[in-house]
């Protein structure tokens, strides 16, 4: 309990990577790399203090994302002052979920904030995926695991699902940034017939290929005719390096996470060598990157 009589709050959010190639704007999962959040209120006016492996680029004023989003939850009860401790381990606008896992934190803390006591799950699911314009990430965030949400009347419908044992989650992740809303406004506000229907059917491949662990369903599950092609002419080299991935004997299925520009691919044993596979397609193109062998997170939302 701090000196003015309330307790801090703190909250641990993981990243995610989204669509998984076929499934654009609907599938997302948790993975094991976290944002975690502190709020302790008291004295006067907002201090933020940031550590972690990636707090470069996080406003520490009132323009601070994890803030605007506890503030317009908390309302009238948002304190006087506030210290913000903020351990970051996400890398910002790389595609793997870091402004999902800010919106989620804010909003449960201003809602903990507004009501005494941590929230629902489900209220913060809505009111984050409203936020961000679609609940793929956001849902993973929020339940950890696999999702598959839909919006139905303001509302996720949504659960977490368990991948096979043993997947792995290689994230290559270039020295590049692309905001999410310039990857989105590149897409075209309807598409052709034949690539909704390859879509659909790959996402089909991808579901089946993850639920009944079969791996060879999994590399054609993740094709996609919607989003990362277009993506691409953003960066080239995304393009690039996935083809090279996806080349790979034990790639077994390499996509764009999220809206990019970081590459992620499943794999089974083979994450370092995979890792150092796509880091060197980006380095032949004159890009420094860094990659992360990653399991998936079930636990998502996690309150202290």
């Known amino acids: 309990m701090t000196a003015t009589g309330r307790y801090a709050m703190k909250v641990r959010v993981p990243a995610s990577t989204a669509n998984l190639g076929s499934g654009f704007d609907v599938v997302g999962l948790a993975l094991q790399l976290y944002l975690e959040v502190e709020a302790v209120p008291g004295g006067d006016g907002l201090k933020v203090e940031l550590s972690g492996k990636y707090p470069g680029g996080i406003p520490k004023d009132k323009n601070n994302l994890i803030y605007r989003c506890i503030a317009e939850h908390a309302g009238d009860s948002l304190p006087q002052g506030m210290v913000l401790r903020i351990h970051n381990d996400i890398p910002l606008t790389r595609g793997l979920g870091s402004s999902a896992s800010a919106i989620v934190a804010g909003i449960t803390i201003g809602e903990w904030i507004r009501m005494g006591t941590p929230p629902e799950r489900q209220p913060v699911l809505d009111a984050a995926s409203r936020m961000e314009g679609h609940p793929d990430n956001v849902s993973a965030a929020v339940l950890g695991g696999l999702t598959v949400s839909a919006m139905i009347d303001d509302e996720v419908i949504t659960n977490s699902l368990r991948v096979p044992y043993g997947l792995e989650i290689v994230a290559v992740i270039p020295e590049r940034e692309l905001p999410t809303q310039k990857a989105r406004e590149i897409l075209p506000l309807s598409i052709p017939r034949a690539e909704a229907v390859f879509n659909l059917q790959r996402l089909g491949l991808l579901l089946t290929g993850l639920f009944l662990n079969k791996k060879g369903m999994l590399y054609h599950g993740v094709a996609d005719a919607i989003h990362q092609n277009r993506r691409a002419h953003l960066f080239p080299p995304m393009g690039e390096v996935l083809t090279a991935m996806n080349r ?17 691919a499943f794999t089974y044993g083979a994450g370092p060598r995979l890792g150092e596979l796509g880091v060197k397609a980006f380095q032949k193109l004159g890009i420094p990157a860094e990659y992360r062998v990653l399991a998936p997170d079930y636990l998502g939302l996690t309150f202290f």
């Open 248 to 264: 790979d004997r034990d790639c077994y299925g390499a996509f764009i996470s999220g809206a990019g520009p970081s590459i992620a």
